[in-house]
């Protein structure tokens, strides 16, 4: 896969794997910013803590994402008093100022280097069509206190036809500002982190969990937090079914002389999301349903059109793709898991993770405290409204299923076009296998059904990963787990098999 300019700011220390049995109030699965947040809001209390991650610390999504802390979410506002008035709209919107301001506290508190900025927040269109959408947005600002503006013009090099401002926002470096939240909980007593230790399952006994790892040791927990991208366990909750993964692309490019001020979206498709870090601009967009484009090459290939048109950059530095989960009703999943339960999760962030996250860590820590929430219940998983929004599951279980049987049916691939870098698909008497040739002429054989739910997995030619469209789990090409909601690797008859062999 690509290394994403964020990853350069990760440390090199590590924290170790898990190497016994291990007892503790609280399992946080997933080291990114949802559950460093969350182990650092438990910091002064008296539970114990353990926080584990598959990889390493802020290495997942968090190293992958634009990094933009808004409370603008596409143009979500007057959706969201359409659909749930103007209460649950509000505490939205709130949430999401609330998680700004928390990471701006904090950064200031501890004098975090983590190139904190404020921003405006902007999301235009190229169409004139939109201007009443973006009017209803306008009047859905007012109406929930946010200081929007809407305007006919921005610093960017291309016309618009209108644009939503929202004043005060803020872009900082995300694995900066994680590993300064690291720092200042890794000395506490009542917290352990674990790298390289993935958990598995999660056996249920006597009011007590038992987390699972890869390693063969557990962790017995008096409650399991999830906070892994996407839970990797269900536990018949069904939020598979409730979730769409949909890839997206990010490029840094450098020496672009007019660099604009503020942090871009562009509404409706082809997406174009921009904003500046130190002497980078970066220009992302291009989403997709994951799994489901073969030549995703393109989606590089079109933002770099579009950078060299408006920004004539002299270097395009850094490339990158991230995955993202979106909901049925647009609203993350965040809470427990059943009524009464003793294992919560947070996910369904879409891509306004850098706020989302922070809505989930306040929220959950007030959940694991048995404290009041005002967002409690407009972001619980179990939430009834989601029945409301039934066409939508309908949506994505029909192309869910229709990935189930297509998969089956797609002809073979002819092993004589493999060339480096590239990957084929083989039909084989037991069933289907993606063989994929490296730099050196070196193949990787893996199983493509996929270990969740069965799906058949396609390659991803821009990171060179095979992704389920099902569900969005991805493995790169000797098969081992990059994302899930899959735990376990691929089925592979041999890895670095001989060509010949065909
Ligand atoms: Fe669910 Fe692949 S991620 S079947």
Redesign the pocket.
């Known amino acids: 896969m690509h290394q994403s300019l964020w990853s350069l700011s990760q440390k090199t220390s590590t924290y170790p794997p898990l190497s016994q049995h291990t007892k503790t109030d609280i399992c946080i699965v997933g080291a990114g910013i949802t559950g460093i947040t969350l182990a650092y809001l438990l910091k002064d209390t008296p539970l114990t803590i353990c926080l584990i991650d598959s990889d390493r610390v802020s290495s997942g999504t968090t190293a992958y994402t634009t990094a933009k802390v808004t409370a603008q979410h596409d143009l979500i506002y007057h959706e969201l008093i359409h659909t749930f008035g103007h209460y649950d709209a509000k505490c939205y919107a709130n949430a999401q100022l609330e998680a700004l301001d928390f990471i701006s506290q904090t950064i200031k508190q501890h004098r975090m280097d983590c190139e904190f900025e404020r921003k405006f927040s902007a999301i235009y269109t190229q169409n004139a069509h939109d201007i009443p959408l973006f009017e209803k947005e306008y009047a859905a600002y007012q109406e929930l206190g946010l200081k929007g503006r809407l305007v006919k013009t921005l610093d960017l090099p291309f016309p618009i036809e209108c644009a939503l401002i929202l004043e005060n926002q803020a872009q900082f470096n995300p694995v900066k500002y994680t590993t300064a939240l690291l720092e200042e909980i890794q000395t506490y007593p009542n917290i352990r982190i674990y790298e390289q230790t993935a958990a598995t399952d999660i056996k249920k006994k006597d009011g007590t969990l038992t987390v699972c790892t890869s390693l063969g040791y557990e962790i017995e927990a008096q409650k399991v937090v999830q906070t892994s991208h996407y839970p990797f366990y269900d536990d018949l909750s069904f939020l598979?079914a409730k979730m769409e993964a949909q890839t997206s692309y990010l490029m840094a490019c450098e020496g672009v002389k007019n660099m604009p001020e503020g942090m871009y979206l562009s509404y409706g498709q082809p997406t174009r999301s921009i904003r500046t870090y130190q002497n980078y601009l970066l220009v992302g967009g291009e989403d997709h349903r994951t799994g489901t484009e073969k030549e995703t090459k393109t989606r590089y290939e079109a933002l770099t059109k579009f950078a060299t048109q408006y920004f004539a950059p002299s270097n395009i530095s850094y490339r990158w793709s991230t995955e993202d989960y979106d909901t049925v009703d647009r609203l993350p999943y965040i809470g427990q898991m059943k009524q009464g339960d003793q294992i919560f999760v947070a996910t369904g962030f879409k891509k306004w993770g850098m706020t989302t996250s922070t809505v989930a860590a306040l929220l959950l820590k007030d959940l694991i405290l048995g404290q009041e929430s005002p967002y409690a219940s407009l972001f619980n998983p179990n939430r009834q409204h989601i029945a409301l929004q039934i066409k939508n599951l309908i949506r994505y279980n029909a192309q869910t299923a229709w990935e189930l049987v297509k998969g089956k049916l797609r002809a073979e691939e002819d092993l004589s076009q493999l060339t480096p870098g590239e990957a084929v698909v083989l039909k084989l008497d037991e069933g289907k296998y993606g063989v994929y040739m490296d730099e050196q002429g070196e193949t990787w054989m893996v199983d493509l059904t996929?270990p969740?739910?069965?799906?058949e997995l396609s390659f991803n030619h821009a990171e060179r990963t095979w992704d389920?469209p099902?569900?969005?789990?991805r493995f790169d090409v000797t098969g081992t787990v990059v994302s899930g909601?899959?735990h376990s690797a691929l089925k592979s008859t041999t890895n670095r098999i001989d060509p010949n062999l065909f």
């Open positions: 598979f996929c969740h739910l069965g799906c389920c099902c569900h969005g789990s909601p899959a």
